[in-house]
């Protein structure tokens, strides 16, 4: 447009001798004018595109973001917060106790019951001091498992036989006993209406406990890929907390989805111990909740000590993923749980 204003104005001034072989400066001007104007035109009609291509770029663009989005969603994809501990308190805990189940049991006592043929017990004991309060010994074909309560009755799970026992929680007096539904019995716990409970797999079932029926099972997951060997639970502010058998590592696990949101890390227990010269103890299991007073406590097979806890995000990068601390692979039971 600049350049065909310019040459008319050229043109205007242009002397009006020129030789017959050249065309008339006008001719020029025009010609110069004529196509300016066609390069102005398809200027204005690729003009047009422009919107039209950063609209088809800005569709792709949210395309790909809903994509990844709805990927992220359908393959339960977590960032979760990794927390590690504080320890509050230490207590003493009998460390012939093969811990198979804790829960809180009010006035400063947990409910614990152990396992080992022939050394499987339910019993009351006083946080402070370790003291056994009350003593149920099983008989020897049984091997304990998970524990929990609800109202005035205890539920109890056996090793490697789908049966289980109610006992009265005041005086240890077995109520009945049932058979469940789940593959074996390994953990459980309640939100006090319903039961939760593991078989060493990778599903968490939800029990009525009027019938022992199973009423769902989830499969637990972290990003996609199964968590196995559920063991020793409890449930906590809506959350539903397993020991991974084999591990320190406690996964929080969304009952609603199955999904693990987030991981405890308690390795500092272990290389505590091990610190103070102990060597003879196993894996960590159980977790018990004081909801009152928003207390939490932990051990594990035959420790010495009952840990009261705190947790903190983890600040640290981890040495290895998840994936490889928290998760090893199922085991085929030929063991004790």
Request: charged share 20%; hydrophobic share 35%.
């Amino acid at each position: 447009m600049v350049s065909g204003a310019s040459s008319t104005g050229k043109q205007n001034n242009t002397p009006n001798n020129h030789h017959p072989s050249n065309p008339h400066p006008r001719t020029k001007s025009m010609s110069k004018s004529i196509s300016s104007s066609s390069l102005f035109t398809s200027f204005k009609k690729h003009l047009l595109y422009i919107p039209l291509l950063i609209m088809i770029f800005a569709a792709f663009f949210l395309l790909s973001i809903s994509s990844n989005t709805f990927s992220a969603i359908g393959s339960d994809a977590v960032s979760p917060h990794n927390y590690v501990i504080e320890v509050v308190n230490e207590f003493p805990h009998d460390p012939k106790a093969f811990t198979q189940g804790l829960l809180y049991g009010g006035n400063d006592t947990v409910f614990e019951s152990t396992g080992l043929y022939g050394q499987s017990t339910v019993r009351r004991v006083a946080i402070q001091t370790g003291e056994i309060l009350r003593l149920h010994k099983m008989e020897s074909s049984y091997f304990g498992e998970g524990l929990t309560l609800i109202g005035d009755r205890l539920y109890q799970v056996t090793w490697l036989k789908k049966i289980g026992f109610i006992y009265d929680r005041n005086n240890f007096s077995k109520v009945k006993s049932f058979t469940h539904q789940m593959g074996d019995g390994w953990g459980l716990a309640t939100d006090g209406k319903f039961l939760f409970g593991t078989d060493g797999s990778s599903t968490l079932y939800q029990i009525d406990p009027l019938n022992m029926k199973v009423i769902q099972k989830q499969v637990v997951t972290y990003n996609g890929y199964e968590v196995h060997n559920l063991n020793e639970l409890e449930y906590i502010n809506d959350e539903v907390w397993a020991n991974v058998w084999q591990t320190d590592c406690i996964a929080r696990i969304s009952p609603k989805d199955g999904v693990v949101r987030e991981w405890i890390l308690l390795q500092s227990l272990r290389e505590g111990l091990l610190a103070a010269g102990r060597k003879n103890f196993d894996v960590l299991n159980g977790i018990a909740w004081d909801k009152e007073n928003d207390r939490i406590f932990v051990t594990g097979k035959l420790w010495p000590k009952l840990y009261e806890i705190k947790l903190h995000p983890a600040k640290k990068e981890l040495h290895g993923n998840i994936e490889e601390i928290c998760m090893p692979k199922r085991f085929v039971f030929g063991t004790h749980s």
